[in-house]
């Protein structure tokens, strides 16, 4: 199976995690393509005409988006079970944590894009909301760092570590361990784990 | 449980159209909560900081979003593989394009709140590149378009019909069924089901 991959794509990374964690990275075929909100690209295109990564193509030719299909998928090949609990409240628990953690890297990407804007169209008022939601989303994920840190590692840890790891590269104004100790403690423990170190995203 | 619901949201259209499909719909109370991308709402920010409908509050408490999660959850409630194939490759099938009917509606919601910015703030470079992409992916849903027919009502049909009928509701201009007859005759299909009829949306 071939996959549309970048190296600073968080919804990418999380698949990568996924993939070491299940021992599946030697049967994916990465493809190197860049995508950019207004920059539509021919390659990516041709299989997810939403012009967005991850993209997973496999031999028969079946396209497999987002990254919470393709994990999902992943974690079948490999068994099931494995980061997706497959009955009972630990998969909704799990699941919805996972939306949480999707939901703060998708407004993270558009606010990044908004702020790279030429600046007389950059909306302060879309800033200021996506500052207000960010915040709120962490406190959360604060409270609930010790359920976390409990929980086996799954769909919703690699979400929400992922998010964080994402504003460590592209968002340290927004200080997110600043009064979160239980989410830091917890964040330490996921960027130890080897699938998270192999994911390392470096800037150019 | 309790849904906090507007009726003019395309993901919580989804939600509703699955709860008729199921008979849940009196075990679920509706909460009617606004929301808009610049305004934040603390009603429904106390449960969800991501400040988005669907979000679903169970009777213990447990939160469970977007969209896709509530369904799946609903989908078990009513007992399971009703609009979610449980195995094989069928669930990767209509997954995948529940993806992409997810996926062409954020396009479109973050359109629509762009084209609302003050005149000087929005960005036709942004625009230019939602067209590219939702004409390429409805083109792609018109190829589906007799496998799409040929499936049973699911997941994957509630998404992409909800994404073309909120393409009529807020962007006639796009023209979704210019030279798709195939997928227009399967939304003429989709729009006649008495649960999509049951959940019709009307401007103000």
Redesign the interface.
């Known amino acids: 199976m071939r996959l549309h991959w970048s190296p600073k794509s968080p919804f990418v990374r999380k698949v990568m995690i996924a993939a070491h964690e299940l021992n599946l990275t030697d049967r994916i075929e990465l493809m190197r393509n860049m995508v950019a ?4 690209n021919p390659v990516i ?1 041709a299989d997810n ?4 990564i991850p993209t997973l193509v496999l031999a028969d030719g ?5 990254s ?2 393709i994990i ?2 992943l974690d ?1 090949l490999a068994g099931g079970d494995r980061l997706f609990p497959v ?1 009972g ?1 630990e998969r ?2 799990s ?2 944590r ?3 953690g999707d ?2 890297l ?2 993270l990407i ?1 606010w990044r ?1 908004e702020r790279e ?1 030429p600046v ?4 302060h ?2 800033i ?2 996506f500052e ?2 960010a915040q ?2 962490l ?2 994920f604060e409270t609930s760092a010790p359920a976390l840190a409990a929980s086996r590692f799954d769909v919703g840890q690699i979400a929400i570590g992922c998010a964080l790891s994402y504003l460590d590269f592209r968002f340290d104004a927004v200080g997110w361990r600043r009064g979160r100790p239980a989410l830091e403690a917890w964040h330490d423990g996921f960027t130890a784990r080897a699938s998270v170190r192999a994911t390392e995203v470096t800037d150019d």
């Open positions: 909100l207004t920059k539509p295109m005409p939403l012009n967005k079946t396209v497999l988006t987002d919470r299909v999902e998928y079948a009955t409240p909704w628990v699941l919805a996972q939306a949480q939901g703060l998708d407004l558009i894009n804007k007389a169209q950059v909306s008022a879309w200021d909301a207000i939601k709120a989303t406190d959360r």
